[in-house]
């Protein structure tokens, strides 16, 4: 009944810019901590930005200043803003979604970003 659902995701050039959503359903969206992930094939899974259920955000060092993770909680979606983008930024990126608290977690299927000239 759970699902994390991320949308947004395409063939950008170098330098261009996407906007990733995860639209959840089926939690009490406010109090899960929200974050994204990315990875490529046969490496490891990495988290690239994180906002808690108070607003608080953390970035991998590679994307600072560049992403931008941001929840709507009327919405129940949390986004991530991508700009200046480069090539090693080309992932499967993922919704991941936590209720500390209560011991849950979910993981959404990925979308694929690709930056490429």
């Known amino acids: 009944q759970v699902q994390l659902v991320e949308s947004g995701g395409g063939l950008v050039q170098p330098g261009g810019s996407l906007r990733l959503s995860c639209a959840a359903s089926?939690?009490?969206?406010?109090?899960?901590?929200m974050a994204w992930y990315r990875q490529a094939p046969g490496k490891q899974r990495e988290l690239v930005a994180a906002?808690?259920?108070?607003?608080?955000?953390n970035y991998v060092d590679s994307v600072k200043g560049r992403f931008t993770i941001s929840r709507d909680n009327a919405k129940n979606t949390v986004y991530l803003q991508m700009d200046s983008l480069k090539p090693e930024d080309t992932d499967v990126y993922y919704c991941?979604?936590?209720?500390?608290?209560?011991?849950?977690?979910?993981w959404g299927q990925g979308t694929q970003v690709t930056v490429s000239s």
């Open positions: 906002i808690t259920s108070g607003g608080s955000t």
């Open positions: 991941y979604s936590e209720w500390r608290r209560g011991g849950r977690r979910y």
């Open positions: 089926g939690i009490i969206f406010n109090i899960y901590d």
